[in-house]
């Protein structure tokens, strides 16, 4: 019995080439199945995300039907693919895909949607009928590898982008999100994306201000929220929780006097100032209000960086937890 | 007997503590903190048993007895308030002050190697004297709560983020919660003391209830004014703090 893994990912191919060979997620179990038309495949599981496509195969000439099914895709895609590809044979299959499972050879390191996407990918093979004893066994062991892991070391500790890292900030300070109220003063991207992470966590009334009325309308329609008029941001000051702020104005937006006015109708409340602006948004003396917690984008960065430094320090662990649990597997082909 | 199981109670509450901190330090969250604390409990109990027993009262009598009295009851109240609002590190925070408590309780002369059994006991009295202490219990871990929001208020400040201590503590809001909620229950206690004061006969001069009565308007004024005025977290957590330790320090002086 041999086991092979062919595959391409974020690492080796550029998304023109990942895309000519995505598998839409309800097809992945019939394309399994249509594997095993090769000669000397008994197994397979067909793997596909936005950063990879990979084909788990297992049988008695497993090596020869890999190579079978390179020059069958080179045939259909195009053979300039070919440099792309990357092939695991036996343990170092196994190995690959309980590190994939772990987010370990994911584009943000430690990151677990790929861990629901394995599954779903195993669980379509399965009901094809395109697996049996050795992938089986083989993808119920990486699961439980993922999940010690990710239960065992700092694998997914952090936040990795300024985004999650201001997420994780508001966190610590209003605990669950949930009718937590933010206003977004610039319609940017960055600013976008950090107020679709707290309202992915829960944050409600997200009020929009942008000095084009109609950007702001757009943002505000996106989020579920309300545009403001530029000229009136200030009197949505009292009800927030969480300021996002990232205009291109060449001077601070909101200046300490701003705040100041609202602290006895807020009954001063913790106020959450995020300023992802260059130049700065938000006047560095709004940090000094005792109820102010104030972050610009280089600290929301460093925090980031500091994540993934740290996930980075985890990997040998995370490897060493993969090798000692593939051990005990003792499955035929590796 | 009893010293013994005071003994076993501190000793039980600061290996809470220090595996707490230990566990903090490599920054993760023991969940042992509790165990040990539930252990200091147990044997509390059984140090104020022995003693009420020997008295045939609550036993209250001298700064040892309230000492121990007290921590049992700030014990009492984490193991309460801690998981079901799952306050992480309350337990850690708790330790040291239960630790100093009793701590000082055992210090020669703190407790009476023979305690006297109290005749015409009276309900009023044992009422007052028990849910003031009782009170105190609340007032303390409101207290010790407001020490960890100064905390991780200075942390979040300084956007000193990286350590176990800050990546463990409840989020600021929880933690203000926490301690409005243990001044409003310490209040609420405080005031059936200070009520069953009024109504025990009085014995000696009045220096006592007054100090009590200062203790309860105080209380009662800080709580009014961060009600319909607001205060900041920082001052809330801050007059939280002087404010029991100064009224504690006033008991023991009248």
Redesign the interface.
Known sequence: MELVCVGLNHRTAPVEVRERFAVPTGQLGDSAKRLLEIDGLAESVVLSTCNRTEFYLAGDRAERAAAELRRRLAMTHGADSDPHWYEHHRSSAAKHLCRVVSGLDSMVLGETEIFGQAKEAYRQALDAGATSGVLNRLFQRAFGVGKKVRTDT?IQEGATSVAGAAVE?A?????KLAGCRVIVIGAGDMSRQTAQALVSRGATSVFVTNRSFDKAELLATEMGGRAVPFDEWQSVLAGVDVVISSTSAPHPVVLPHHIESVR?V?????LFLIDIAVPRDIDPAC?DI??V?L?DID?LEQ?AD?ARARREKQIAECDRIIDEELKKLNLPGT | MDRWFLLVATALAAVGGITGVWSVRR?VRSPWTVIWMSAAFLAQLGFLSIRGESRGACPLVGLGEILAFLAWSLTLFYLVVGPAYRISLLGVFTAPVVVIFQGLALLPGGLEAEPQRLSGTNPWHETHAAMSVLSYGALALAAVAGVMFLV?DRQ??D?H??SGL?RNL?????LLKSTIRLLWLGVALLSIGVFAGFMMPRQGGTAHLVAACVVWSSYVGFLMLRQW???????TATLAVLLFVVSLSVFALV
């Not at chain 2, 005025?229 to 001052?235: E, M, Y």
């Open positions: 700092r900030l966190e610590k300070i209003f605990g006895r807020r009954k001063f409340r913790p940090g005792e109820e917690y972050y600290t925090l500091e | 920054g991780l979040l400040k956007h983020l990286k800050f409840p989020p600021v809001r929880e005025r607001g205060l900041t977290g920082r001052r």
